[in-house]
């Protein structure tokens, strides 16, 4: 069986800045912040409602 990216001791390890916090698109608080979206020019991480959003 695979592991999973985006759960447990694999994303704290991975990503131990971004584990959880705000999303800076939606706002909303204590979610994990492992989806890259792109504007313009810039990167930021954000929740996984906001990184399928088209």
Given at each position: ?54
């Amino acid at each position: 069986m695979a592991t999973k990216p985006y759960r447990g001791i694999y994303v704290k390890k991975t990503y131990p800045n971004v584990w959880r916090g705000t999303c800076p698109s939606c706002k909303r608080t204590g979610v994990k912040l492992l989806w890259t979206k792109v504007e313009g020019e810039s990167n930021f991480k954000v929740c996984k409602h906001c990184g399928n959003k088209k």
